[in-house]
């Protein structure tokens, strides 16, 4: 599975993005798919997900309110809507797939297939 993410871009605070993550396989439904983002000497932290039976998601605090979290079926794609962008939501953002619990999907290490990463530059 390879997954192609794409939508970064520099926008002023309140601002909204949309991310794209194309995943090129046809298990993709099978996989957890997560959004998760790094900022410049920080750790890679959790930013949303959605289960892969039943369409559960999850958000990380920060998130909540802000972001949603889809996954179309039909185009093997997952987006992350962000409204009201924030300077502190400047971070390259990652997708990743994985057979990921429930109780682990906010640990990057349980992880196994990884975007190449896209920019998101938030200027008050």
């Known amino acids: 599975v390879q997954l192609q993410a794409s939508g970064g871009g520099a926008v002023q605070t309140g601002g909204s993005l949309r991310l794209s993550c194309a995943v090129t396989t046809d298990t993709f439904r099978a996989y957890t798919m997560a959004w998760f983002r790094q900022a410049p000497g920080m750790e890679r932290e959790f930013v949303a997900a959605?289960?892969?039976?039943?369409?559960?998601?999850h958000y990380a605090d920060s998130a909540k309110g802000r972001f949603t979290i889809i996954r179309d079926g039909a185009k093997k794609t997952v987006y992350l809507q962000m409204n009201s962008l924030k300077p502190e939501d400047t971070s390259v953002y990652y997708c990743?797939?994985?057979?990921?619990?429930?109780?682990?999907?906010?640990?990057?290490?349980?992880?196994?297939?990884w975007g190449q990463g896209t920019l998101v530059t938030v200027s008050s």
């Open positions: 959605i289960r892969a039976s039943g369409g559960t998601t």
């Open positions: 990743a797939a994985g057979n990921v619990i429930t109780s682990t999907l906010r640990d990057s290490s349980k992880y196994h297939t």
